[in-house]
């Protein structure tokens, strides 16, 4: 059983296209994530969602938009996709949301912009 | 100063031996610190959390000097399957974790 699981994994497209990538986790957790992984290798936070409620929300172009249909859920849309855009995208959960837990990273979506 | 430095290595080291490293980090405040693991071209994983002075777990051992701000990792009697890049996570003042770079260790037979 897959806790976190990300699709598509591999994720090819031209630049000015818009995508959408899609998690789902069966942990029972209130919390899930939107990680971004660039080429030098740093895991930064994009969103987080307690409850279906963003709670992060940090500085990312408005062209990246969550989504959150309930708990278990958590989709990216991204809007007129950008060179800059191609990293790899890795969606989380924590059981609460409070920064001292273990928070489990789904497989990771590889996306090239071209 | 960033909220959390790792040396990048990679740290090249032949089978069955010891290898350890630092990870240094900014928030004074923060009690707790993790490890994660990830291999390449997989997510990362939880390898240790760190709370007081340090934790073992078999062949990994992480200490922690508040006074200093850093963290280490200690891996003793290392095996092919060690070879992974390891984070140091730091946790924020606002939910947020912090995510080093992450330093290379590769094992050789």
């Known amino acids: 059983d897959t806790a976190v699981s990300q699709t598509p994994k591999y994720l090819v497209t031209q630049m000015g296209n818009d995508k959408s990538i899609k998690c789902e986790q069966n942990l029972g957790h209130d919390t899930m994530y939107w990680y971004k992984q660039d080429s030098k290798k740093f895991l930064k936070i994009m969103f987080s969602y307690n409850n279906k409620e963003l709670i992060i929300n940090e500085t990312v172009p408005n062209r990246f938009s969550p989504k959150s249909p309930d708990k278990a859920h958590l989709n990216l849309h991204i809007n007129s996709l950008e060179l800059g855009d191609s990293a790899v995208y890795f969606c989380?959960?924590?059981?609460?949301?409070?920064?001292?837990?273990?928070?489990?990273f789904g497989p990771g979506t590889r996306l090239l912009v071209l | 100063r960033k909220e959390v430095e790792q040396d990048p290595g990679p740290f090249n080291v032949p089978e069955g031996a010891t290898v350890a490293f630092n990870c240094t980090y900014s928030?004074?405040?923060?009690?707790?610190f993790f490890w994660y693991r990830q291999d390449c071209r997989k997510e990362p994983k939880l390898l240790m959390s760190?709370?007081?002075s340090g934790n073992e777990d078999g062949r990994f051992t992480a200490q922690l000097n508040r006074a200093s701000q850093y963290i280490s990792l200690l891996i003793r009697d290392s095996k092919l399957s060690d070879s992974a890049t390891y984070l140091c996570v730091v946790p924020l003042w606002d939910y947020k974790l912090s995510f080093g770079a992450g330093t290379t260790v590769t094992v050789r037979a």
């Open positions: 760190v709370y007081s």
């Open positions: 928030n004074s405040a923060s009690q707790s």
């Open positions: 989380a959960s924590s059981q609460d949301g409070t920064s001292e837990e273990t928070q489990y």
